[in-house]
């Protein structure tokens, strides 16, 4: 692993390059504030400030200084600085006006090389180049991100024929060696009778293949007790169990790293395999939850939590099995709208129609560019942690594209009609006390229109005994991603 600590370092006044950062609408007037010889030397260089990530190096006696486009100069982005350290030489730099902040992410990541298939000859070794900052608070956090960022890239560049079911359980036994976390593995016939369905998947593997459950996790079962038992946390549809790492790190940094937190991934997505299966049944996920709290709390009622698709399978789960549920917090998950009798047999022709023509998922060129759509689907969240999230959301395939870690079959029509007096009877039988959250911004209209009023979710949510409720501001239905330091806060006070 690439040696990230010593390419970020603290400035304490060593000599370094400058590196000088404009964008289209700051260029002219730094550019006239410049000695002839600079502006002779920018003008030969058809530099303008408008081409991303050109620059020109400025001597400065026996060393030098250098100009960079960057498309905010104001507000810079993880890969602003990341062609500038895949492309200068050896050396120190600091960045002239203001600190690099997330860009330092991309300093550290574009040095970094999956060497695993090459000789030493492949490529001369270059010396490393070395940011400093004003920031030292933010060094360790920025390191981190990169280690992770960097270990999930190696795994993905890996072939195939090289990262079978047991490199994988290796790789994540290496990590929980290296920070004190936990592994589970579940395999053989423990793996045939508890999770069935992955074990179908590879029957037909060869023994060193063969297939396995791989959980790792944060703190310390032996933490677990009647009054903080383990946390297990439920992403909601297109997401993946990583995305509640934000609220992790920031529990950690409340409370210390004294809570045992499992978050799973649903079958289907992330690193659970789907089964092959052409369609998916909303009840199947509360068979998965079940199977997942006796294998990691057989004794012991949980506190449990969801977002989204996952609110809606603890609620459903809390009312089935009340008795398995100490806390339970529901991240919207709002239910769906009510379905009448003669909706049916037309949904049910919309499934059979859908099942003839299956559906696909979108790829994308570069994990950039999976970031991007990241943010594109909720602009709040942050640059560097789309850019952390975005490895976990997708993966590189032999084809060289990344696809999004989901099965495309999670895209049909459920053909059961959602009844909303069969889900209300059951979150009625809700023992455990509630954390209801959402956020100011989220918009449910743009999901059901007018299919699903406000006044009816108010109705619902009557139904359960004991609610405690919270709204966000500046927050929108990623509540995980928008604001993970106050809803940390909230578990922490709610949970106890």
Request: glycine share 8%; with cysteine; charged share 25%.
């Amino acid at each position: 692993m690439t040696d990230f600590a010593s390419l970020l370092v603290p400035d304490r006044g060593q000599k370094a390059h400058l590196i000088h950062l404009v964008d289209k609408g700051s260029f002219e007037a730094w550019a006239k504030g410049r000695s002839p010889e600079d502006r002779a030397l920018i003008e030969a260089h058809r530099f303008d400030g408008k081409t991303g990530f050109a620059f020109v190096l400025l001597p400065r006696g026996n060393g030098f200084e250098l100009v960079s486009a960057v498309k905010n100069a104001a507000e810079l982005s993880p890969w602003c600085l990341a062609k500038l350290a895949e492309s200068l030489p050896e050396g120190t730099y600091r960045v002239a006006d203001g600190e690099p902040g997330k860009a330092a992410l991309g300093w550290l990541l574009a040095q970094h090389r999956f060497d695993a298939y090459r000789s030493k000859s492949d490529e001369a070794e270059r010396g490393p180049r070395v940011l400093v900052t004003a920031e030292p608070a933010k060094i360790e956090e920025t390191v981190r991100l990169a280690e992770a960022t960097a270990l999930v890239r190696d795994l993905v560049n890996t072939p195939a024929a090289d990262l079978g079911p047991a490199e994988i359980e290796q790789a994540v036994r290496d990590q929980a060696a290296r920070l004190g976390a936990k592994v589970q593995v579940t395999s053989g016939e423990a793996l045939a009778e508890g999770y069935p369905l992955i074990a179908a998947v590879g029957a037909a593997a060869t023994e060193e293949r063969a297939p396995r459950l791989v959980e790792l996790e944060w703190g310390d079962p032996s933490q677990a007790r009647s009054g903080r038992p383990p946390l297990v946390l439920t992403h909601g549809w297109m997401d993946v169990g990583a995305s509640f790492q934000f609220i992790v790190d920031e529990l950690a940094r409340l409370e210390g790293e004294t809570r045992h937190v499992i978050a799973v991934d649903w079958r289907g997505f992330g690193g659970s395999t789907g089964g092959g299966v052409d369609a998916y049944w909303f009840h199947d996920y509360l068979g998965d939850l079940d199977a997942v709290l006796d294998a990691v709390s057989p004794a012991t009622a949980v506190d449990l939590g969801g977002h989204s698709m996952g609110g809606n399978v603890v609620m459903n789960y809390a009312g089935a099995r009340p008795g398995r549920v100490r806390r339970l917090v529901n991240l919207e998950g709002f239910g769906l709208p009510d379905m009448k009798p003669d909706q049916a047999l037309d949904r049910l022709a919309k499934w059979l129609d859908e099942l003839k023509a299956p559906p696909s998922l979108r790829s994308y060129d570069t994990v950039e560019d999976v970031a991007a759509r990241l943010r594109a689907n909720n602009p709040r969240l942050s640059a560097d942690k789309a850019a952390w999230l975005a490895p976990h959301w997708a993966e590189r395939r032999a084809d060289g594209r990344w696809h999004i870690r989901a099965d495309p079959a999670h895209k049909l029509t459920n053909p059961v009609p959602y009844r909303a007096a069969e889900i209300v009877a059951g979150w009625r039988r809700i023992a455990a006390p509630v954390l209801w959250i959402e956020g100011a911004n989220t918009d449910v209209t743009k999901y059901w229109g007018n299919r699903y009023p406000r006044a009816e979710f108010e109705e619902r949510l009557a139904q359960v005994p004991h609610v405690e409720r919270a709204l966000l501001d500046d927050c929108g239905h990623m509540l995980h991603h928008d604001q993970p330091a106050i809803v940390a806060a909230r578990l922490a006070a709610f949970l106890g």
